[in-house]
């Protein structure tokens, strides 16, 4: 007769509520990283999660134009700990599993390539002794270029504003010098090739109320010590400053006297000589009104004759024959 197997003798471990809680928070153990290239599907064999992924990704040809560490999302001073993390959790959102999945295998190859640098110590300081010798403005990132547009346009404008408001060229330095850098370019390339600049230049060189030659031209001498490469002939033949010079002489036009004065001192700066002011249209019609007008008005006086006289005379010293 078969014998009954005794229970009593055999143990049974029945999984209690401690013991899952301890299974469940038992990590697997990391291998020390090694110079052998890790398998991505290696690494991800039992760690592939169910439920809420990663966002989309990132296309390949995006990934290739970036550092290692913007392929991993990392900064430069992570750990080796983060930088394995967030390589297992780029390899499982461009797994072929994964919801998100790309299709493009040479997303996983720029991220493996990325780890497989990084992980090493001696071949990830080789790799930040190559990043330091860059210059960091050429490092390629998302919207780079739209924030270098933002900041040069700031500096455009604060600079604008600064010689607009009657800043001198001292004050304007470092404005001037730091939008130099940005652009990496001189200073005179820089006023030059940014034609608001140059606007700004020309405004603060002739807003002394009443146009002077001799201001305007300590003006131009001060500008070109701070900034060599910007000539005194480039900013006289400037055509807001030949404007603005024959506004002036018109305004002058109705005292002969003052009208000389101001040619005098046009021709002593070498900004322009006394015909080309005399033969601007704007200055000869007012000047043809006005001798019209005052002769009329001369011809009513007693002494009609005597001031004609001399109103011809005070226009002759300037160089204009009166026939009226």
């Given amino acids: 007769m078969e014998q009954a197997p005794n229970l ?13 809680v301890q299974a469940e928070n038992t990590e697997p153990k990391v291998e020390p990283a090694t110079e052998k290239e890790d398998d991505p599907k290696t690494i991800l064999t039992d760690e592939i999660e169910v439920g809420p992924r990663p966002g989309p990704t990132v296309s390949a040809e995006q990934l290739s134009e970036r550092d ?20 297992v959790g780029l390899s499982k959102q461009h797994h072929p599993d994964s919801q998100d999945y790309s299709g493009d295998p040479e997303s996983q190859k720029y991220i493996s390539e990325a780890y497989n640098e990084l992980k090493i110590s001696e071949k990830r300081a080789s790799y930040d002794r190559k990043l330091a010798e860059t ?3 050429s490092r390629i990132s998302p919207h780079t270029a ?10 455009v404008d604060e600079a604008v504003f600064r010689m607009s408001s009657g800043a001198d060229e001292h004050d304007c330095r470092s404005i001037i010098r730091e939008l130099s850098e940005q652009k990496a370019i001189d200073a005179a390339q820089l006023i030059k090739s940014e034609r608001k600049l140059w606007d700004a230049m020309i405004h603060n060189m002739i807003q002394s109320g009443l146009f002077d030659p001799l201001e305007y031209r300590r003006r131009t001498r001060a500008w070109i010590r701070v900034y060599p490469g910007i000539s005194g002939s480039e900013i006289d033949q400037d055509v807001n400053v030949r404007a603005s010079m024959f506004h002036h002489a018109s305004l002058a036009a ?6 000389k004065k101001y040619i005098n001192e046009c021709e002593r700066v070498g900004i322009s000589n006394r015909l080309e002011i005399l033969n601007n249209p704007k200055v000869a019609n007012i000047i043809q009104t006005k001798i019209v007008s005052s002769m009329k008005y001369f011809g009513s006086l007693s002494n009609a004759e005597h001031m004609k006289k001399m109103y011809r005379n005070e226009w002759e010293r300037v160089g204009i024959k009166v026939t009226i």
Wanted: hydrophobic share 25%; aromatic share 6%.
């Fill in 146 to 155: 739209e924030r270098e547009d933002e900041v040069v346009d700031t500096l």
């Fill in 135 to 137: 210059d960091e403005s």
């Fill in 68 to 87: 290692y560490y913007q392929r991993l999302g990392v900064g430069a001073n992570a750990s080796s700990e983060e930088i394995r993390e967030a390589f």
């Fill in 8 to 20: 009593e003798a055999v143990e049974v471990n029945t999984p209690t509520e401690d013991n899952c």
């Fill in 254 to 259: 109705d005292d002969p006297t003052g009208l």
